[in-house]
Structure formats: C-alpha cells, structure tokens
C-alpha cells in the first residue's frame, strides 16, 4: 500500500474549509463540500481509500450518517463490495439495533438494520466517516457492527481532532486509520 505523497496531503487538506464560529460560537467547523466538489482532492483521496483497502478482503463498507455516507459508498462501489449505512435514530426502515450514547448534553442514539450483512456472521465491515472528535458515535457504531456478529477490520476518518480524544475511544475496538490529525 503506497503512502500519500506530502504533495497530494496538502491538496487534499487545503480543499477542506474552516468555518468559524459554526454551528456556535468558538467551534471552527471542518467543512469537506468544498472537497466534495474539488475532483482534483477528491479522486486523490478516493484513490488512496481503494489502494489501502484493495487487499482487505472486505465484506462491506459501513458509513456514519451523514458524511460517512459520501466517503464509504463511494470507496465500496470502487471495491466492488456492499456498503451499510449507520443512521441516526429513527432512520432506517426495517428491523433495527441501536446503541446509545453520551453527548456533551444529553444522548443519541445510532442504528443499523439487524440484517446489515445479510446475516453473514463473521462479515469483514471498515467502518468510516469524514472525521472523528470525541468518538461517541463513532464508538457506538463499532459496537453496533460487533452486536449483529460481523468483524470490524479497521475505523478510517479523513481528520482526527487529536484534542479530543475521541480516537481512542474507538481503539478499543479496532484499529483506527486517520489520514490527517488536527
């Protein structure tokens, strides 16, 4: 698996754009939309996704609603394998589990279909989203992927706000990969 050069890293990142002040005051949001619609950053990051991913053997792509959505069907249509949305409570259509989780106020909850894979018990799922923070509902989707008895391989983000914590939280569970700490 080759490395992302420190050249594609910079054009990658610097069509990420940072919105102070959003969605209150003294957050500085990460926004990927202006890398969704840079096809330039946005292939090279697809790119490197499916040539880590190649030799994976993956069974399936789980996403984290909402960004992972984006990320994860485009990275399991190139590797050719089923993708699973992680959904917000209330969500999804079919016979569900959830997990629960903490929240700065309060708590959340995430879902996914009890059939996910297809009752594949042992099923090997990468779960990914754009970036991970505290690593609540990230930890909570890769407890829900090991509740319905499939194998979580690894947890991809494209940022880790390393400030935060929260990648460890999910390190408990699986190995994590992050393309970009800040």
């Known amino acids: 698996m080759k490395e992302l050069s420190n050249e594609h890293k910079t054009r990658i990142l610097s069509s990420i754009r940072d919105v102070k002040d959003f969605p209150k005051e003294g957050i500085i949001f990460k926004d990927i939309t202006t890398l969704l619609n840079d096809k330039e950053a946005f292939n090279l990051l697809m790119n490197h996704l499916e040539d880590r991913y190649k030799d994976y053997d993956l069974d399936y792509v789980a996403g984290i609603d909402s960004r992972g959505f984006i990320f994860g069907a485009a990275l399991a249509d ?105």
């Open 78 to 182: 190139r590797l050719k394998i089923g993708f699973v949305p992680v959904r917000k409570k209330g969500k999804l259509p079919s016979t569900t589990v959830c997990e629960k989780y903490e929240l700065e106020y309060g708590f959340d909850e995430v879902e996914i279909h009890l059939d996910a894979f297809h009752e594949k018990v042992g099923a090997k799922v990468l779960l990914i989203d754009d970036l991970i923070a505290t690593g609540g509902t990230a930890n909570a989707a890769a407890k829900l992927i090991k509740k319905v008895k499939a194998n979580l391989v690894e947890a991809c983000f494209l940022l880790n706000l390393s400030f935060l914590d929260g990648k460890k939280r999910v390190e408990e569970h699986t190995t994590v990969y992050t393309i970009f700490n800040v």
